[in-house]
């Protein structure tokens, strides 16, 4: 049985990226307001404020009237937006990757708006249904107001709305936030590294399998970190972001052996599910921005310029990448780690990452051109010896791709440029590649 802690840990998890997080919490709030606003009405300093308002709100008719036009044209701007968003995550879905709805529902921005549209639904009608007619002087006046101003609000909210919705669909914004969040993970993780610790040596430890089926998605530290910190023990995670686990999978190893009780905490400590989000993980977010790169390539979309711009995006944060170990810590006690996650070294990276845009973008010397530029950037600043080998390994495939499907001799030629850029690198950095071979049959000039 999961603990609280554990339970609470995944909720939280859950419901702050549901679509219904923000709205229910804000119509939460407006109905508090609502019932504010109701026991103010009651009080002497709103009977002294009712001689100051405008005649039309101390007027049953005129109040309901204008509660009822409000409700009518909110809950109208809701519909329509509800329905701009699901016409945003399908097209998402189908001209960049479903991988990127997670993050698209739960865009704070739109869920925030909604929320206000819902709540203030929910203000009127609490407002209207305190209305009688029969009794002038129960009308709560401040609160009609108070409604007027909050239409207002609104109107602004669906300006603000449409401005999220034409961005959203912009393959420019969505490569932009998938960057943003994969580079500030990126930068948190460098920082958890800061202390220099190395992996330890986990081959002889006890091994805890894996309950049930899934993705790893995230681990309650601060329920596993009490008891790595109480039973003064270390831990390994045994796999890494994105690998599906199945029943019976090594799990993580622990130092020394647990209990029957301290291995049922320990395997309530993770949380598993499907979506993957850009800040969670440096490599979903540069995944992410590579299936949008395969999918611009693809005929039904052919925009070699989308493709370009997210291979640069990448070539960039495989250069934040050089010199970062290929390991996460966590579970901090008194400063130092107590938990210890493989990631993605440059090999895997790249071979999930650039080898589809490889293989699909074979065709298209320009992308192959921005490809071998990518891996020029990814050398810059102080790649390990084993990121510098991964990445001449996939020059090397990158130059073997285009020996094989770029048949024209412009077109070799202008490799052939992307690849002396490559041979100008010094020291380690220096690929051992050679030139595509020209055919010697070039046309003439007249």
């Known amino acids: 049985m999961s603990t609280p802690s554990n339970a609470v840990f995944r909720l939280a998890k859950r419901i702050s990226e549901s679509i219904a997080f923000y709205p229910i919490l804000i119509a939460a709030f407006y109905a508090i307001l609502a019932v504010t606003m109701l026991a103010f009405e009651t009080t002497s300093m709103a009977s002294s404020l009712q001689p100051h308002l405008p005649s039309g709100l101390t007027d049953p008719d005129n109040a309901r009237d204008i509660l009822s036009t409000l409700i009518t044209s909110i809950v109208s701007l809701t519909v329509f937006s509800f329905s701009m968003v699901m016409v945003v995550l399908n097209g998402a879905a189908a001209r960049l990757t479903p991988r990127v709805l997670p993050g698209l529902i739960s865009d704070t921005r739109n869920r925030v708006i909604?929320?206000?549209?819902?709540?203030?639904?929910?203000?009127?009608?609490?407002?209207?249904?305190?209305?009688n007619k029969n009794q002038p002087t129960d009308i709560p006046s401040v609160g009609v107001l108070l409604a007027l101003l909050t239409g207002i609000l609104n109107l602004a909210m669906f300006v603000v709305f449409i401005r999220s919705v034409s961005q959203s669909i912009q393959v420019d914004w969505v490569l932009s936030q998938l960057y943003s969040g994969a580079y500030a993970n990126l930068e948190k993780r460098k920082q958890r590294l800061a202390a220099g610790k190395t992996m330890p040596d986990d081959t002889n430890w006890w091994c805890l399998p894996a309950s049930r089926p899934g993705y790893l998605r995230a681990v309650n530290e601060r329920r596993l970190?009490?008891?790595l910190s109480k039973r003064n023990l270390l831990a390994v995670v045994q796999v890494e972001p994105g690998f599906f686990l199945v029943e019976g999978h090594p799990l993580i190893r622990f130092s020394e052996p647990l209990s029957d009780e301290d291995r049922a905490v320990a395997v309530d400590c993770f949380?598993?599910?499907?979506?993957?989000?850009?800040?969670?993980?440096?490599?979903?977010?540069?995944?992410?921005i590579a299936e949008i790169a395969v999918k611009a390539i693809s005929p039904a979309i052919n925009d070699p310029g989308t493709a370009m711009r997210a291979i640069n995006l990448i070539g960039v944060l495989l250069q934040r990448i050089g010199g970062v170990p290929p390991f996460d810590v966590g579970c901090f006690d008194h400063g130092q780690p107590r938990l210890f996650s493989p990631q993605l070294a440059m090999q895997?990276?790249?071979?999930?990452?650039?080898?589809?845009?490889r293989v699909y973008a074979s065709h298209d010397p320009l992308v192959m051109i921005t490809l071998l530029q990518c891996m020029k950037n990814a050398?810059?600043?102080?790649?390990?010896?084993?990121?510098?080998?991964?990445?001449?390994?996939?020059?090397?495939?990158?130059?073997?791709?285009?020996?094989?499907?770029?048949e024209n001799w412009r077109d070799r030629h202008a490799v052939n440029d992307a690849i002396e850029g490559l041979l100008k690198l010094d020291g380690r950095k220096h690929p051992c590649v050679q030139l595509l071979p020209i055919d010697c049959k070039e046309p003439t000039a007249c």
């Open 348 to 357: 895997r990276m790249l071979e999930t990452v650039i080898a589809p845009i």
């Open 379 to 406: 050398l810059h600043d102080s790649p390990s010896a084993e990121q510098v080998q991964a990445i001449h390994d996939e020059i090397r495939a990158l130059r073997d791709q285009a020996d094989a499907k770029v």
């Open 114 to 131: 909604l929320g206000i549209y819902l709540g203030s639904v929910l203000y009127y009608l609490l407002l209207i249904s305190t209305i």
């Open 271 to 288: 949380d598993f599910q499907n979506n993957e989000f850009a800040s969670a993980n440096v490599s979903y977010g540069m995944r992410q």
């Open 225 to 227: 970190g009490e008891l």
